[in-house]
């Protein structure tokens, strides 16, 4: 069974640090290596928004209220995802949910919490 799991939350002062991670198990790399894989975050009471997305090729897109704070990578040979936050706001709090599409298939891993104090 294909699955993304997410860990890596907590809580963090503002203008703190977290690292999240995505790892992809049940698949192999010629169905991971060629996805684009997102992150994505849900604050309480808002709709799911991306957050950041990296392609195949390590290319990295993100949303403009996290530019220059986060980063995101990917570990092909470890099928592994990773958003790096720095300079966390209390607005960044959220469920952070890996997302990618593997297998034809729209996948979400279960969420990771993270709470910023301010």
């Known amino acids: 069974q294909v699955r993304l799991v997410e860990s890596g939350g907590g809580s963090v002062q503002a203008g703190g640090s977290l690292r999240l991670s995505c790892a992809a198990s049940?698949?192999?790399?010629?169905?991971?290596?060629?996805?684009?894989m997102n992150w994505y975050r849900q604050a309480s009471g808002k709709e799911r928004e991306l957050v950041a997305r990296v392609s195949p090729g390590g290319v990295a897109d993100y949303a403009d209220s996290v530019k220059d704070r986060f980063t995101i990578s990917r570990d092909n040979s470890r099928k592994k995802v990773y958003l790096q936050m720095n300079n966390l706001k209390p607005e960044d709090a959220a469920v952070y949910y890996c997302?990618?599409?593997?297998?034809?298939?729209?996948?979400w891993g279960p969420g990771t919490q993270v709470f910023v104090a301010g």
């Open positions: 997302n990618g599409r593997l297998y034809n298939r729209d996948l």
């Open positions: 049940g698949t192999i790399s010629s169905v991971f290596n060629p996805a684009t």
